[in-house]
């Protein structure tokens, strides 16, 4: 395994690099990352870079897919909180979302975390938090790199960065029949604001509101910090057994461009799709950053996933057999719209 | 490809967040980042994750190795020289060289760039300059992420790191004797202080000395912003002919840690290493740093490469054909020590 801290030296802490702070990070990470490993890991901790022999997940595709990610300002809620778990639990399933709606399963995981200054405890928390998740998707975490940059981030700020390997099968690919006029959209329901929109909630709730992570709000059930910090669902438990489903034409991952650009990018030329306000309820959250914002639809639907965090383009003869499927594994899937003739453009009304 | 900015919305923009800002990037880069494509790449720029068909790389082995970088805080000196092409190869380059020693080639890349706030033009340099080392190195520029983050990065800061991915055959990892007593260690030459010590040499030479980026230093025949730019060497180009060399029986990247640690990553249990200094000719800008910071040895050979990029652990009766080789091919390689019975640990003396 690949994971050094990036600072060498030992009086170099003076220069505001701590070399002891993170083998220290390294150590506590330990147990964590090596829980997340499978058959398939050779070589040790501590190498320049992790090695895996595909041999042991034989059948797994042979088509590689690649993601890499962060969490956008949803840190800064973090740091607001000092909770550094679940942001990294967010950062792994962010990316198994996007490999998922390409139809591959996870294999590999790389972390980044920097920061002006290594808190061993701060990174253990949040590497802790990638392993969980990552245990969790099957997934190796089998590199890292903990950089410690004084001057580069603002103080006590972190950030976090992840690149996920998937494998796909050839035929999944080239057997899924293309999204088409006519299909259902399908919603899957998200667990509040995912990865998106921090830099506006933040604002609307922190500096416009004047509300601080821990106020409780009623309407919420719980508080700002709370319900900010909601981890991003990841749909691969849910929806793995579907990836070669031939009912399945297509995935969207709703993240930044929400409903407008997500659903767009996996329509043909000559397609549209048409959301359908009311179709599934709105959580609370996404109501309450309206009003303060007074934010049109048209710009809320852009910003936030609005309770929705993936969408599927159904075969409409099965549509309801797998709304049906999926709801009764644990995640409600609601008939939000469909696929239309046209221009590929997205329209919410 | 996966490669889309972070920032969702129009009037998002109020809260720091520029999404013209991110797709102006996003269309800046395009070609260069196609550019790196070879034939086994899948899919469309803009998908969800990249996809990579392993059959178009038939026979380059089925073990994945996968390594994960930044530059440290040489990013800060691009940003006071106002250029970003080569933090952009050094990413790149030090991610071949983690591979490298690992007898993997380079096969994919992914980057995530991020800022307070986006500026078109350096993501474009930033990324423009990661392609142009991918495409040395024979590797797809194949997923990438553009972060806005306004208040996590201190102001005009920037950050980027990147995960490689690369191959390795399973006949040659096995085929590789170990490490022994008695074999030479050969130091391949670096072309500057490539991404490792950049806190410490940043506070000697802007803050202890009071030099700016543009003073003009005789003793380095450059400026000082010139010299700490250089762009950390790539060691594939010149070493992939001996990836499964059995002459060949360990390789270390000079990174983080410098001489100590990362030399001590090869050894097994039962050796040590025994570094000569006068062996080869220390750089004027290593020799420069050492007496304007007073550093011991000790100190100096931890934190910077002193001059060595990359050293090879060699069978004694070919290390002589070998650094003809290699010193024919390019790269000054010198016989800079031996590896020893006893604990492993590296002695410089």
Redesign the interface.
Known sequence: L?R?????????R????DIDAGQEAVRLMHSAVRSTWDAGV??QY??????????SREGAG?????????V??K??VAVMCGRYDTVGQDLVNHCVN??L??R?RP??F???F?SGKIEPAVVAAAVGGMAEACRAAGCNL????T????????PG???I?G?M??L?K?EE?EGAEPVAPGDVLLGLESSGLHT??Y??A??LLFEKSGYGVDTHLPELGCTVGEELLKIHRPYFPLLHAFIGDPRLHGL??L????FY?NIA?ILPEDCGARIEKGSWAVPPVFRLLQSIGDLPDG?AY??FNMGIGMVLAVDPTHVHELAGLITRLGCPAHLIGEVTEGEPRVVVE
């Open positions: 690949s050094k801290p990036d600072a060498p030296g030992s009086s170099y003076d220069s505001g690099v050779l070589g501590g190498a320049f870079a992790g090695l895996y022999a595909q041999s042979d088509i590689l897919a690649v993601t890499i990610d962060g956008g300002t840190v800064k996007d490999l709606v390409q591959a294999l590999l790389a972390d980044y920097a089998i590199a890292g790199e950089a410690e940059m004084p001057g580069v981030y603002a700020e972190i950030d960065a690149c390997i998937g796909a050839g690919l998106n929109g830099s506006l933040r604002r969207a991952h993240t930044g461009g929400g650009d990018r710009e852009r910003v």
